[in-house]
């Protein structure tokens, strides 16, 4: 069984940066995808960023030229920059990852106000 641990969320200002990480209990360097997606309260979850396993980002229109993903085969874990941020970007963010079996983190709270 694999779990995803999320961290780094909170409560960040419009306009200010937040950087969450996701870290996986077993390696992801053979992984088929693994990404972010987020839940607004009220509202389906939805796909936020996603990174191939050669490396290929894709990003959802509303997080593109502020949000960056990335990740770190050596530590497991897998990153979502967020830059920018705006109150609409308040969310639940939860990582997953797909072996191609797909896991699912707890999920973290992220919250944009002044």
């Known amino acids: 069984q694999v779990q995803l641990v999320e961290s780094g969320g909170g409560l960040v200002q419009p306009g200010g940066s937040l950087r969450l990480s996701c870290v996986v209990s077993?390696?992801?360097?053979?992984?088929?995808?693994m990404g972010w997606y987020r839940q607004a309260p009220g509202k389906q979850r939805e796909p936020v960023a996603i990174?191939?396993?050669?490396?290929?980002?894709n990003y959802s229109d509303f997080v593109k030229g502020r949000f960056t993903i990335s990740r770190d085969n050596a530590k497991n874990t897998v990153y979502l920059e967020m830059d920018k941020v705006k109150p609409a970007d308040t969310a639940v963010y939860y990582c997953?990852?797909?072996?191609?079996?797909?896991?699912w983190g707890q999920g973290i709270q992220v919250t944009v106000s002044s």
């Open positions: 997953y990852v797909a072996y191609p079996f797909i896991s």
């Open positions: 077993r390696s992801i360097f053979s992984i088929n995808h």
């Open positions: 990174i191939t396993s050669g490396g290929t980002t």
